[in-house]
């Protein structure tokens, strides 16, 4: 079935950097955009950042802006994201999930995938 | 950045009876295109958010026809007519309109 898998998360120190993958499978990767959300232990959801269909367009929020780098290879079928200057409040269940779109932005985010943890602690 | 506020955080419900939370915005939601852009997930215990109402009052493919979404600008609603007990989660509503996207608190629906 149609499904997004997301994968590379662990445990880092403080200060380290880590690479998220998405991938996608079952559908036509290229023609959706793809969002990264995060949600920290016990806490609600946080979208982080957004990457067009092309790949031309990025996004992020405020939290990681600057840190975090969000790429995708259509021919992989694969969404990344490169998060350095982790900290311990960067520590969180992280989400991809694919996003549904009219005039190129998304208006939903339709298939999620179960999720990668990611721990950052000394 | 927009802000989203629900309420209530917390709903008891008893299977059967109705439900209703309120998601309000700190800015209009409408786009250009006449579209709002406000989406419903539920995020069931231990599993990963589904989109359940996209474009403030459309059903996701697979929702059954209790949930119901409503609104326009800055004011929207999530509605459940008869609540079962596959409903129990924390819901959240989500504007896509500009980056940062955005969501709500989440509102925990318990039985």
């Known amino acids: 079935q149609v499904q997004v898998v997301e994968s590379g998360g662990g445990l880092v120190k403080p200060g380290g950097s880590l690479r998220l993958s998405c991938a996608a499978s079952?559908?036509?990767?290229?023609?959706?955009?793809t969002s990264w959300i995060r949600q920290a232990p016990g806490k609600g959801l946080e979208w982080l950042s957004y990457?067009?269909?092309?790949?031309?367009?990025?996004y992020y929020g405020d939290s990681v802006k600057g840190r975090f780098t969000i790429s995708r290879d259509n021919a992989e079928n694969s969404v990344y994201l490169q998060m350095n200057s982790l900290s311990v409040e960067d520590t969180a269940v992280y989400y991809c999930?694919?996003?549904?779109?009219?005039?190129?932005?998304?208006?939903?985010?339709?298939?999620w995938g179960h999720g990668t943890m990611v721990i950052v602690s000394s | 950045d927009i802000v989203m506020t629900q309420s209530p955080l917390s709903l008891p419900v008893t299977p059967g009876e109705p439900a209703s939370i309120s998601c309000r915005s700190s800015?209009?939601?409408?786009?250009?295109?006449?579209?709002?852009?406000l989406d419903w997930y539920l995020q069931k215990p231990g599993q990963s958010p589904q989109l359940l109402i996209y474009?403030?009052?459309n059903r996701a493919s697979g929702v059954p026809d209790r949930f119901s979404g409503s609104g326009s600008g800055t004011d929207f609603t999530l509605n459940i007519s008869r609540v079962e007990a596959e409903d129990v989660g924390i819901y959240y509503c989500?504007?896509?309109?500009?980056?940062?996207?955005?969501f709500g608190q989440g509102t925990n629906l318990e039985i």
């Open positions: 999930a694919r996003g549904v779109m009219i005039a190129g932005s998304p208006y939903a985010f339709d298939v």
């Open positions: 079952r559908f036509t990767f290229s023609d959706y955009c």
């Open positions: 990457i067009s269909s092309s790949g031309t367009s990025m």
């Open positions: 800015q209009s939601l409408l786009h250009s295109n006449e579209y709002n852009y």
């Open positions: 474009l403030v009052s």
């Open positions: 989500m504007q896509v309109l500009q980056t940062p996207f955005t």
